[in-house]
């Protein structure tokens, strides 16, 4: 198993290029499952997650091609409609692959994802939504087994506004009888790109990126090409680093427009921005950041993608920040880590009180989730000495080659076999 080691040395300097979204490619790939024409996406990630969602696909019959950011999947012809717990526990986002399965195939036999170290995660607004839209859904031995002879348009108001179970409804309601409202959507941008490939594939949508969305239901889709939207979150985490450890850097291939909330708190904790149409530059000149209080809630608000990176910068800044979690009820795992590497946090429910110290001490640390790595890793670029950090293979769930991009930065990491 892979171990990331880090040598805090400095403000990290220069510039980084950003990798495609990985929560926008994700549900692109499932939407591959609508159409027997070849889906052609550019700009994916080389991570984890996309390998595990290729996996799935071949696993189903699909004929998948992936070189240098390119992938072109074709689902002409499946050989199976499951997707089994040993791939959909790895990777939550298989539960995408039910919506598509079931309105194509009239057929979806998706694992639970079962629990996560962020939280319980339950799934029933993907299973009620499907069921407004007429589906039989049973739980059997741990799956979700779902039949339909074809789906019919239905209204259906989320409770929460679930990203995935947004994505999930819109891609079921693209090939369902009629028409479909959902209402409550979730706002993230990466559900919006998702409606625009749909529309492309000639599904009748309208309404994306905004809480209710209307789906025109047709009886087949075609195939096109799609490229994958910057990763607003690994845009964010670089730019915490940098701000972190006192640096200047530029961020290019990115959108600013995905980040208002994230770039308005590191203005707030004292960075000077500049911002292109693609490009976001940070400069801290050399200044130890501010604490910066934050919240986090579903988009257009602060995200809770980017609260264990504030975590990290707030343990290191001048002053004292609350940082509040209302998405997920156990994503602070990333605390009593910080905490060993010297980190003044103190815990109560969903609210952390962070009190920063000027300097942090490297330890032997583990990941417990993607964005808790990606804390670990900002907590280490900015300690003292030598940072271990176990358990990487979070971080490559999420992160392209973060390792070099952050040596191209300046930084002292290695990866090692443990
Ligand atoms: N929820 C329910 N019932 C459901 C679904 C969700 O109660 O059926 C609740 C959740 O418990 C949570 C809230 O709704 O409190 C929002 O969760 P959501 O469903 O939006 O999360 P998700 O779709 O499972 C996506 C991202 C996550 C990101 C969240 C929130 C993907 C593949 N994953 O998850 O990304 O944290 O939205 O923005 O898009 C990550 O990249 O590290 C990551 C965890």
Not at 210 to 219: A, H, M, N, P
Not at 376 to 392: E, N, P, Q, S, W
Request: charge should be negative; proline fraction near 4%.
């Amino acid at each position: 198993m892979d171990q990331i080691v880090i040598t805090g040395n400095g403000p990290l300097h220069g510039e980084v290029r950003v990798a495609g979204a990985k929560n926008a490619a994700l549900p692109i790939i499932a939407a591959a499952l609508l159409t027997g024409e070849p889906l052609r996406v550019s700009n994916v990630p080389e991570i984890r997650d996309i390998h595990t969602a290729i996996k799935l696909m071949q696993l189903l019959g699909a004929q998948v091609e992936f070189a240098d950011g390119e992938l072109c999947i074709d689902c002409g012809e499946l050989s199976s409609v499951r997707a089994p717990y040993e791939l959909v526990k790895t990777m939550r986002a298989s539960i995408l692959w039910l919506g598509p399965l079931l309105a194509r195939f009239g057929e979806a036999d998706v694992s639970l994802p079962g629990g996560c170290a962020i939280g319980t995660r339950p799934v029933n607004e993907h299973i009620s939504g499907l069921r407004a839209m007429g589906a039989d859904i049973d739980i059997e031995a741990g799956y979700i087994k779902a039949k339909a002879q074809r789906l019919r348009g239905a209204h259906y108001a989320f409770d929460v506004p679930s990203v995935t179970a947004t994505e999930n409804l819109l891609m079921a309601a693209a090939l369902a009888e009629g028409t479909t409202v959902l209402e409550n959507c979730a706002l993230e941008p990466e559900v919006e790109d998702l409606a625009v490939l749909l529309q492309q594939m000639g599904a009748g949508i309208s309404g994306a990126g905004t809480s209710t969305i209307t789906i025109e239901g047709v009886s087949s889709l075609h195939g096109t090409t799609h490229r994958v939207p910057p990763d607003r979150i690994e845009t964010g985490t670089f730019l915490v680093a940098a701000a972190a450890t006192r640096g200047r850097i530029r961020v290019v291939d990115t959108n600013p427009d995905f980040l208002q909330h994230v770039l308005g708190k590191l203005a707030q904790s004292g960075a000077q921005l500049e911002l292109g149409a693609d490009w976001i530059e940070l400069d801290t000149q050399g200044r130890r950041p501010q604490a910066v209080n934050v919240t986090t809630a579903p988009h257009p608000a602060f995200p809770t993608d980017m609260q264990a990176q504030f975590m990290a910068l707030n343990a290191l800044a001048e002053g004292s920040a609350t940082v509040v979690e209302n998405i997920f009820e156990n994503r602070f795992m990333h605390v009593a880590e910080l905490q060993r590497m010297g980190a003044d946090i103190e815990l109560q429910g969903h609210t952390a009180i962070v009190r920063g110290r000027p300097r942090l001490q490297g330890a032997q640390v583990m990941a417990t989730d993607l964005r808790a790595s990606a804390c670990l890793i900002i907590a280490a670029l900015a300690a003292d000495g030598d940072t271990t950090i176990d358990r990487v293979y979070h971080l490559d769930r999420g992160y392209a080659n973060i390792d070099t991009k952050l040596a191209g930065l300046g930084a002292l990491v290695r990866r090692v076999k443990s």
